[in-house]
């Protein structure tokens, strides 16, 4: 079971659903699933997903979309990026990334304490051990010493809006990112599964210069409320 720490995330837990929280999907037993992002991959992702640590333990809806953006849109964009993930959960996003797509400098994929071992999991799960670290980064908290150094130009964040109150705790991390580096540009999908998401989003606009993204996709993922934007610093 989750510890309590000083980032607040949700418990995936049917007891811990109060109005604060959005509906998690269904308890699903755990199980090793292969993902090859309807053949953007040429060899198949394996990502092990367990929910007895927390919700970030399964693969979400964002995630597929954001993954499949990256590998269709910036491949080549990202062989030099200085890349970073935000509540990379089981690494979906990240792993993709590094599996596909011929990146020069080891990227991050970060998450709270809770999510550490299955990120290391499926790190060596796919043999990404060399291009891969899995580390620790709460929201709202200081930069971890290693990502200032490492300077990222390039952060993921896939579904991480879904706790309300975490949103001040993410846009301060987005924040915090952008003025580490002004040049960055974060990658960012969620769904929309409450009305309050739409506010995260006002308040990123206020913020960040806030762009949609094209996708050929588009049509099908918005049906399903989903939506895919890059955040920078505004000039
Ligand atoms: C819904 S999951 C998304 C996982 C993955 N990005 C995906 O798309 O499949 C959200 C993730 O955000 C992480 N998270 C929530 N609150 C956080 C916080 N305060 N600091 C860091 N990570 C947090 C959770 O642990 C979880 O792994």
């Known amino acids: 079971m989750a510890s309590m720490d000083r980032s607040p995330s949700p418990e ?3 007891l811990a659903m109060g109005e604060d929280l959005t509906p998690l999907p269904e308890y699903k037993a755990a199980t090793t699933t292969v993902v090859d992002f309807d053949g953007l991959l040429a060899e198949p992702l394996k990502l092990h997903e367990d929910l007895k640590t ?11 979309v954001l ?10 964009k990202l062989v030099k990026a200085r890349i970073l993930e ?9 792993l993709a990334v590094a599996s596909g797509c011929k990146i020069e400098a080891p ?10 071992e299955l990120m290391q999991h499926n790190i060596a799960l796919n043999g990404l051990q060399g291009r891969v ?19 990222p130009d390039t952060i993921l964040a896939a579904d991480c809006v879904y706790f309300e109150p975490a949103f001040p705790l993410l846009l ?24 309050a998401d739409m506010h995260f989003l006002a308040k990123a606009k206020k913020t960040f210069k806030v ?17 895919l934007y890059t955040f920078e610093a505004k000039p």
Request: hydrophobic letters at 35%; a negative charge.
């Open 67 to 76: 993954a499949k953006q990256m590998l269709r849109y910036h491949r080549e």
């Open 133 to 151: 670290k899995g580390i620790i980064l709460n929201w709202g908290e200081p930069l971890p010493e290693e990502v200032v150094s490492f300077q």
């Open 86 to 94: 935000l509540g990379a959960g089981g690494g979906l996003v990240g």
């Open 54 to 64: 927390g919700c970030g333990g399964q693969l979400w809806p964002a995630g597929m």
């Open 107 to 116: 990227m991050y994929i970060t998450d709270q304490l809770e999510m550490e």
């Open 12 to 14: 995936f837990s049917p």
């Open 172 to 195: 301060q991390t987005l924040g915090d990112l952008l003025t580490l580096c002004p040049s960055a540009t974060i990658y960012f999908c969620f769904k929309k599964r409450r009305r």
């Open 211 to 227: 762009v949609e993204l094209q996708d050929d996709e588009r049509p099908v993922f918005s049906r399903e409320q989903l939506y």
